[in-house]
């Protein structure tokens, strides 16, 4: 067996055990948690469960609904509670294959998305669900007596959270294709126009069919956009020096040959890193 093959087995190898050791905290939180899933589901039903009307439940039209589906919220917040130790193992996995600008870069990056995603997720929670429920409530004829389904309701739950976590993920995607060099800082102010029309165009796609649930998404999309094309240009503007510090190759190291010298020199930003 050629030594790039044993590499190859033992970075397999590698990401067998973070995987393991990422799956092994999720499903210790999960059971921690366990015992209390059914509070864990009327904590996220309380948004639904304020604008019914009085003395109204949800319902469950499955014989193991009530069993499955508090188990499934209780899987998604072990995962959110043990998001720390995944990303540190995915973190530790690729952190030696870096050069040390990368890591640098990667880092903010990763925190800064993760953090994002679950600020977009609070957000859906704890201001949109109020407003989306009560403005259904009130349009609902006075005649129909609402009973939303747990199942139907999760589902709900779960496609929002995941499109509102996503778009709170768009300044991030802005300063990664400024970095990969795919537009500038100037394109991206010139693309305001068709930007805005497209965050509205995405929200009447992704969410409800309402007014506000379209424009409470829509808005954020538009305003992280902007927060997106302030960061790029910031680190715009402080990375040619920094980008030129280290493509530099002293002479000495090159010698007559430039190109084994830049390889050379990126080999031993590597080892720094």
Known sequence: MSAQQETFIAHLIELRDRLIRALLAVIVVFVCLMPWAGDIYDILARPMMNTLPEGTNMIATGVVTPFFVPVKVTMMVAFVFALPWVLYQAWAFIAPGLYAHEKRMALPLVLGSTLLFLIGMAFCYFFVFGMVFKFIAEFAPKSIV???????????VMSMFLAFGITFEVPVAVILMVKAGIVDVAKLK??????????????????????????????????????????????????????AAADYVPPSITGGDGEVGRIEAKDGERDKG
């Open 146 to 156: 609402p009973a939303p389904d747990i199942e139907q309701y999760l589902s709900f």
């Open 190 to 243: 010139e693309a305001r126009p068709y930007v805005i029309v497209g965050a509205f165009v995405i929200a009447a796609i992704v969410t409800p069919p309402d007014v506000i649930s379209q424009f409470m998404l829509a808005v954020p999309m538009c305003l992280l956009y902007e927060l997106g094309i302030i960061l790029a240009g910031w680190m715009s503007k402080s990375s040619p020096q920094a980008a």
